[in-house]
């Protein structure tokens, strides 16, 4: 059945999300859709990996965290924390959370397989439970950030669990891409959409109710949420599409990573 199916999604609308419709929509969604997403793609993700994105970048080729043995490092939408888990074995101290229960599970589930254990939280990344100046790093891989309605509050979020001087790393859709279509093929090369809309994707039941929301945020959003955080951007990464890959994962593909950049990594330094 599918999420789809299993939500009563019936189609899409572009209107507001607040952060408790949003929150209660994609916890929602990830629970009904992580058995299907980790078999499409748990083999690419692996158990014990940090991929940046679906060019298949990883920190081991990145590094940028930086130094990691003995670091307190907070990932935030983990998903199945197959990027905590190899953070682990790199000689961290990690923790992870998700708002997600089907996820988390996953996330058991690996962990067992792989006898990388960190420990899990489930949690709503407005809300961190987590005391302040606990982290010297927090990252995520296209967790969270992209899911919650005040993203600025995510920032202020992990602001706070971090100390002076943390490092903050979260990859992204590229904002660019809100514009094409979500569409792997020659159809998704042409531009439908303003970059400056930034009213939600919402897909919606019969009733109305949201079952999936994603926001959008421009480049210069991300900057202005990030300062007012208390965090200086000092690298913005735009993966290239790797010569050989040829996977194809949601609108990413090779035409189109061969056009135009498909992932931002912001790499972000807490004010001291």
């Known amino acids: 059945m599918g999420a789809t199916g299993e939500l009563g999604t019936v189609g899409v609308v572009k209107r507001l999300a607040g952060s408790a419709e949003s929150a209660r929509a994609n916890r929602l969604w990830w629970d009904a859709d992580a058995d299907d997403y980790m078999a499409t793609h748990g083999d690419f993700l692996a158990d014990v990996e940090f991929r ?36 682990a074995t790199q000689g961290a101290r990690v923790a992870a959370f998700d708002i997600s229960a089907g996820m988390l599970r996953h996330a058991r589930d690996a962990a067992g397989r ?29 967790g969270a950030v992209p899911f919650v309605a005040d993203s600025g509050r995510l920032m202020a979020e992990v602001a706070r669990v971090l100390k002076p001087g943390g490092r903050w790393v979260f ?17 998704g ?21 949201a079952t999936y929301v994603e926001h959008h945020r421009t480049l210069g959003d991300r900057i202005r949420e990030l300062t007012a955080a208390g965090f200086v951007l000092t690298d913005l990464v735009e993966p290239e599409w790797p010569a050989g890959h040829t996977r194809e994962w949601g609108q990413w593909s090779p035409l189109r990573g061969a056009l135009m950049p ?11």
């Open 52 to 87: 940046w994105c679906p060019e298949g970048l990883t920190e081991s080729q990145a590094g940028l965290l930086g130094d990691l043995a003995g670091r307190r490092i907070l990932e935030v939408g983990c998903g199945a924390a197959p990027c905590a888990r190899w953070l």
């Open 114 to 142: 792989s006898g990388v254990e960190v420990p899990l939280v489930q949690a709503d990344a407005e809300h961190l439970p987590f005391g302040s100046g606990t982290f010297d790093l927090a990252c995520s891989s296209f």
């Open 189 to 209: 090369l042409t531009v439908q959409t303003s970059y400056f809309d930034r009213t939600p994707y919402v897909e919606v039941d019969g009733s109305g109710s």
């Open 262 to 272: 498909g992932t931002a990594i912001f790499v972000c330094d807490k004010r001291e």
């Open 171 to 187: 990859s992204v859709t590229h904002p660019m891409r809100w514009i094409f279509p979500d569409d792997p093929g020659p159809d």
